[in-house]
């Protein structure tokens, strides 16, 4: 049995608990010993970082200190899986840039707030991916600073209806990397809890989260 430390804290609004509790109830069902965590000082206990095999974080809008940064980038270079969606990997500590390297990008912008979006599969023989075609979400769609050497697996493109200078730029929404020797994958898709009602956006991020883990 695999084990899967699941953090959860930061900003209310994008609802760490429920969201975390959708996937910690379901990695449950797959063999995985889940261990839940409302504090980033899990990354500093050496003895917990490494036994486990997946890390799942919806943290957003927080500080991350040097021991704790030091636990968790020591993690993923030896192996560990990170994954996370929207705010809760990619906004989560805005002044540390090391760490938005090893995430792979940073939230910038939400124009319009929650909108209605097309989101389009461009990785179509990715297993992550397979089978799954362009959908609709109703929330917030990202602007995001990337780093091109992600492997994106699905974008979506700005109209310009609620932020002119961006009409017709296509912006990866989810993407998977290495880091060392771990993987982290990456979902810009969960707002709130409910934004995982959209069976594709709930079936990508369960397929990442599996595909990350050690």
């Known amino acids: 049995m695999r084990r899967a430390l699941v953090v959860h804290g930061g900003w209310d ?3 760490p608990l429920a969201s975390t509790t959708i996937f910690a109830d379901w ?5 995985f010993e889940v261990v839940r965590s409302d504090t980033l000082d899990s990354y500093a206990d050496a003895a917990l970082m490494g036994s486990v095999d997946l890390i799942v974080q919806c943290v957003t809008m927080s500080k991350i200190s040097k021991e704790q940064w030091q636990g968790l980038n020591a993690a993923v270079s030896a192996g560990v899986g990170l994954a996370g969606w929207h705010g809760g990997l990619c906004d989560s500590f805005r002044e540390h840039t090391e760490y938005q390297f090893m995430t792979g990008g940073q939230w910038v912008a939400h124009p319009g707030g929650i909108i209605d979006y097309r989101v389009d599969v461009t990785a179509w023989d990715d297993p992550i991916t397979a089978g799954i075609t362009g959908f609709h979400m109703q929330s917030e769609q990202y602007y995001m600073h990337t780093d091109p050497g992600n492997r994106v697996l699905a974008t979506t493109t700005f109209t310009g ?6 009409a017709g730029t296509v ?8 880091w060392g020797k771990g993987k982290v994958f ?21 397929r990442g989260l599996l595909w990350a883990a050690r």
């Open 186 to 206: 990456y979902s810009a898709l969960g707002h709130v809890a409910k934004d995982f009602n959209v069976p594709e956006a709930r079936t990508i991020m369960q």
């Open 13 to 15: 609004g994008h609802e």
């Open 27 to 31: 990695l449950a069902t797959q063999d």
């Open 171 to 178: 912006m990866p929404q989810v993407w998977k990397r290495r």
């Open 161 to 166: 209806e609620h932020a002119p200078l961006a």
